[in-house]
C-alpha cells in the first residue's frame, strides 16, 4: 500500500529531515580521529531529543542505538560501539532517523576522518552523485525503474558494486513504507511515481565486489571482500515538476567545510 502525502504531511516530513539533517551535521562536526561511534551515538540521541524528537531507530526491531555508524568495509546498520575507535583515513556511514509530529525522518551521509586515500574519496564523492543522479527521476509519471537505473548506470560505469540485499523505501508515518525502492534495475519498469509518494533513496556503493554478509550481530552489513562501501540516502517528496529533497545536505557540508 503506498500513502500519498498532503502538502501538510510533506512539510513534517521536511520538519523531520531538516532535523535529521541538523544531527548529522553535529555528528559530522564531532568526526575526528580517537572519538568512539558511541559518543557519536549518544551526541545525536541528545540532540534529537532536546529538539522534541526520539530517535526512530532505537528500539526499531529491536535496533539498540540512535544511529546506524557504518565503517569503512561496513556498508550499512553498524552498530555504535565504545570500542569502534575512528581513525585518520577511516570512511563513516552515519544513517539517522527521528519521529516528531506523527511522521519520520532518515537521512545518511558517509564522512570522512581526516585526510582519506583518493580512491575513498572519489567512492564517496560518486556514491552521493549516483543519490543525484537517483534524486533527479523522483518525477511523477517516471517509475521506480527510472530510478534505480540511474543510481545503478552511474555506479556501474565506475566499475563499483551495487548492493542487491538491501534498498530504499517509501516513508511517513512509518519508516518503511510501500514501494521498495532498488539500487539497481530497468528504467520504464516497476511502481508508478505519483504526486505527493515520499521515498527514500538510498545507494549503497561498494569500492569493490557487491556482495555482503550480515554479521551474527543481527545488523552489521559488510562487504564480502573486505573493501570500503559508502551510503548516502535522502528523502523525497516526488511532485509533478520534479523531486522535493526533503534532506538538505547544505546544513552537513557547511558544518564539515575546511574541516
Ligand atoms: N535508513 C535505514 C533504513 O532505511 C534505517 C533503518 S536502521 C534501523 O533501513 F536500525 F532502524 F533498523
Ligand atoms: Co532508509
Known amino acids: 500500500m503506498i500513502y500519498l502525502k498532503t502538502d501538510e504531511e510533506i512539510e513534517l516530513l521536511r520538519e523531520n529531515n531538516i ?17 568512539t561511534t558511541k559518543q557519536l551515538d549518544t551526541l545525536a540521541e541528545e540532540f534529537i531529543r532536546s529538539h522534541g524528537a526520539v530517535p526512530a531507530f532505537l528500539g526499531y526491531m529491536g535496533y539498540p542505538a540512535s544511529l546506524c555508524i557504518s565503517v569503512n568495509d561496513r556498508v550499512v546498520h553498524g552498530i555504535p560501539s565504545d570500542k569502534c575507535v575512528l581513525k585518520e583515513g577511516d570512511i563513516v556511514s552515519v544513517d539517522c532517523g527521528t519521529f516528531l509530529k506523527g511522521f519520520v525522518g532518515d537521512s545518511a551521509y558517509t564522512f570522512a576522518v581526516g585526510e582519506v586515500s583518493d580512491e575513498a574519496r572519489q567512492l564517496m564523492e560518486v556514491t552521493k552523485e549516483a543519490l543525484y543522479k537517483g534524486t533527479a527521476q523522483a518525477k511523477a509519471g517516471n517509475r521506480v525503474g527510472d530510478i534505480s537505473a540511474a543510481v545503478q548506470e552511474y555506479a556501474e560505469s565506475f566499475g563499483y558494486g551495487v548492493v542487491r540485499e538491501l534498498e530504499g523505501h517509501g516513508c511517513g508515518r512509518k519508516m518503511h513504507e510501500d514501494p521498495g525502492v532498488p539500487n539497481y534495475g530497468a528504467r520504464g519498469r516497476g511502481p508508478l511515481l505519483k504526486e505527493g509518494m515520499v521515498i527514500c533513496i538510498e545507494p549503497m556503493i561498494t569500492m569493490g565486489n557487491k556482495a555482503v554478509v550480515f554479521e551474527r550481530d543481527g545488523w552489521t552489513v559488510r562487504t564480502r571482500d573486505g573493501k570500503p562501501a559508502a551510503h548516502y540516502e535522502f528523502a523525497v517528496a516526488v511532485r509533478k515538476g520534479g523531486p522535493d529533497v526533503l534532506t538538505d545536505y547544505s546544513i552537513i557540508e557547511e558544518a564539515i567545510k575546511n574541516e
Open 19 to 35: 532535523l535529521v539533517s541538523r544531527t548529522l551535521a553535529e555528528v559530522g562536526r564531532r568526526i575526528a580521529p580517537g572519538v
